[in-house]
């Protein structure tokens, strides 16, 4: 088996020599906001991100990095900086000769196959020249329909589209790679990435991945469904970077993605924490210095046993220091990560993307404000998306959507159709939950109280 390590900056290394789990993270702000993007790219640096991705949407954005970048070495912070470009692969091509690696969709660079392809070569020359990284990034429900028609918008769709760009790395002759299947549904991810790693092992050939639940949403469903996901495969030894997106302050994405990696890289493994069986129901008990760990901890533990359908129940107790976590914490727990590995839906289900540099609006209290008023919507998914270039597509298999529009508008959507457009931001709530209502899929039980 030949196992490949990406090389990232002057001393970053992802995949089989790195020997750890690498964390990493993207800002949220505007990159040609010079100052708020050296900012946040220090923030993370100094939380333990050890890389940053900055939204890369066109040549501007492209020399704004190039800038960030130059600040931040003459402050002595030597994070690799990673340029997040989705459509353009003339821009891509750009963003080679200054970032130290590039997030790019290839299937994106053209309607057309073959010139997609074509273009995707230049981009490799041209990473090959400048030394920069690259990774391949495909997410559920932006795969194209020459794809989905074979294959539907499955993981083996996911994995069938990627492993043709991987093909083309071999045949270039080129391996600084590194690569991600991400979903929202963590039974659809935690697959796909099974089936690339199936498809690279016949190969006799391993590439780094980046492990990522997308639009995995904010709060404790943010960090169990992160946790989950990442945890079903760093246990089988799938993964070698990760993020944990949540729809928050980007610096909050790092304790929870630090714990996931530790937890995986120490000798400890979810059978130290095990106290027993009852009538085939396993239970647990973790030490744990905060709510946050318990949850990010106890997901570790408990994701691949419910993605994997080893267990259909379990017990489980948290000791902080001299106090034990009380019933309700627990019980919480218990109906969020059955949900979050879709094992029992008891709760309305939540898509919201991280948001960007594409993002115009404060999507983290839209967020809030729409979970508060669609809680009671058990069994409906519902997503929000920061802009309305690529939140379409990455809502995936959501049933409704609220989608930044910009300029204080939002697009509601019914699955992939855009049902009312440019409704301006205060009424869009509304608009939302008149159609929910008009389509019959409202509940007669009132909105979760918080
Ligand atoms: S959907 Fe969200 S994270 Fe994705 S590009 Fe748009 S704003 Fe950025």
Redesign the pocket.
Known sequence: MRYITANIGDNLLIGHDAGRTVVQSMCNCDTNDLDAAVQQCLGLYEAGSQLVRL?TQGLREVESLGKIKTRLRAMGVPVPLVADV?FSSEVAIAAAAVADKVRINPGNFAKDHEVACSQFRRFLEECRRHGTAVRIGINHGSLGSRITELYGNTPKGMQEAMSEWVQMCIDEDFYNVVLSLKASNVPVMTQAYILLQQWMEERGIIFPLHLGVTEAGNGDMGRIKSAAGLATLLSRGIGDTVRVSLTEPPVNEIFPARLIAEFFDTARRPSDYQTGVKDGVPSFELRCGSHEEFIVKASCILGPMLVNKEADDFEIRCIYGDKEADKSEIEQFKSDIMQATRRRITQCEYIA????G??LYDIESTFNEVKRRTSHLRGLTIAV???I???PG?MADADYGYIGEGRGKVSIYRGREAVVRSVPQEKAIDVLLEIIEKDGRSTDALPRRG
């Not at 993307?353 to 960007?356: A, G, R």
């Open positions: 939204t989705h993307c991280p948001s960007c594409r993002t998306m920061g802009c270039v690529n939140g990455e």
